[in-house]
């Protein structure tokens, strides 16, 4: 018989995890802290009517995804968000020529991730920043492998083809060579 | 099945992208940009400090909320302390009703028809026109004095009876601030129960109503209430 953790122990062990996933898919520092409130809080709830031995961490990712879906209804029912982007959440990883030129591609980029299909911004951020196995993924999302792997796929594969329209629509411009 | 299985082996290198991909490409370098970093430990420590917090808070008192769901202006949900009803909502779903309900609380509800029964049977009554007059205790812990003092003004102006923002300002002794009180009973928790639909502009027109369906779900109270408008 094995008996099911301690709901604290679950929330020291996985709330960093969390947290990263939804700076991820959520993007506003105080609507993220809110997001990793309101997931382990819904979690908290359901924990009762959790089989022991379930996957934990995926049943908290899937939480989260949920906790991240209802956010991007209401901000978009809300109509007034402007996607931007906040300096400190920037690694400096890359140097293109002008500042504006790279702010530009910056936002070409993040518009592309949050005008992918939910399921599919989810499991890429899930597979490519989280680490996260397709079985896993599959848990999470409520599917097969294959399905996570076609979500992961049909999201990189959009995502490109935005990329190359876009630089090659500006093709002096010198970031855009290869 | 066949159809994803080919998807693997059509674009099995897209996939090994995902993956790993060396040297990165500029398109690559722009989403690590992004999002390789993640929060940063400062961030992450401050936030997990903040949930700790949250978490401690859970249960310390509880609220009890349940949902009419087919009433005539849609579903209605209705939340419960020990004390009263905290909140009445019929614009938004279910989760966002209780993450509001926290951010104002800090308290958590959960779902008990049994505990909230009278308060739903009520409301239900009320919205079949079967009921003039609430006798619910209201629990106003959480909004400001000036939110108190404006919503137990026009918990009695009585059934069929209708009052302008600038008269209720009036009432409280507060004759310049009607357009506060119009503030106070946009941000009115507990709409039905506490019927700010009876206040209206001065020119008699409907003024405003933040519930779901605006202004009209506002003149159907108030023709349920036998108000001719």
């Not at chain 2, 790993?20 to 997990?48: I, K, M």
Request: some cysteine; overall charge positive; glycine content about 8%.
């Amino acid at each position: 018989m094995v008996t099911k953790p301690n709901f604290d122990t679950l929330v020291e062990a996985h709330s960093a995890e969390i947290f990263a996933y939804l700076w991820r898919m959520v993007g506003e520092k105080a609507d993220v802290e809110d997001c990793l409130q309101e997931t382990f809080l819904r979690a908290f709830r359901g924990y009762s009517h959790l089989v022991s031995g379930s996957n934990y961490r995926a049943w908290l990712y899937k939480i989260a995804t949920n906790v991240a879906r209802t956010h991007f209804s209401r901000r978009k029912r809300a109509a007034i968000h402007k996607v931007k982007i906040d300096p400190s959440r920037l690694q400096g990883g890359i140097s293109p020529v002008d500042e504006l030129d790279r702010q530009e591609m910056l936002m070409v980029v993040l518009e592309a991730v949050e005008g992918l299909p939910y399921k599919q911004r989810a499991a890429f951020m899930m597979r490519k920043y989280q680490g996260l196995s397709y079985h896993t993924i599959a848990t999470v999302l409520g599917g097969t492998e294959d399905a996570a792997r076609a979500n992961v796929y049909q999201a990189l594969k959009k995502l490109r083809a935005q990329f190359v329209t876009v630089t090659e629509g500006s093709r002096e411009k010198p970031w855009a060579k290869r | 099945m066949g159809e994803e299985m080919n998807v693997e082996r059509e674009y099995g290198n897209w996939l090994d992208e995902v993956d790993s991909v060396s040297p990165p490409d500029f398109f690559t370098a722009v989403l690590d940009e992004l999002y390789a970093r993640g929060p940063n430990p400062q961030e992450t420590a401050q936030a997990q400090e903040q949930l700790r917090r949250a978490m401690a808070s859970v249960g310390h008192e509880r609220m009890y909320y349940d949902v009419l769901p087919r009433s005539p202006i849609g579903s209605v949900y209705i939340a419960l302390s020990e004390r009263g009803v905290v909140a009445i909502d019929f614009s938004d779903g279910e989760e966002a009703f209780l993450s509001w309900i926290r951010k104002r609380t800090g308290v958590y509800p959960l779902r008990s028809p049994e505990r909230t029964a009278e308060a739903t049977h009520q409301v239900e009554e009320y919205l079949a026109g079967k009921r003039a007059a609430f006798d619910l205790p209201i629990d106003m812990r959480f909004l400001t004095d000036f939110q108190r003092t404006v919503l137990r003004a026009v918990m009695k102006v009585p059934r069929g009876e209708v009052i302008t923002y600038g008269a209720l300002a009036r009432v409280i002794g507060q004759p310049k601030a009607a357009r506060a009180v119009g503030r106070a009973l946009g941000s009115n928790p507990i709409p039905i129960v506490i019927p700010c639909h009876r206040v209206l502009a001065s020119d008699g027109s409907l003024g405003g109503y933040s519930g779901r369906g605006g202004v009209r779900t506002k003149a159907d109270l108030l023709r349920l209430e036998g108000v001719s408008l």
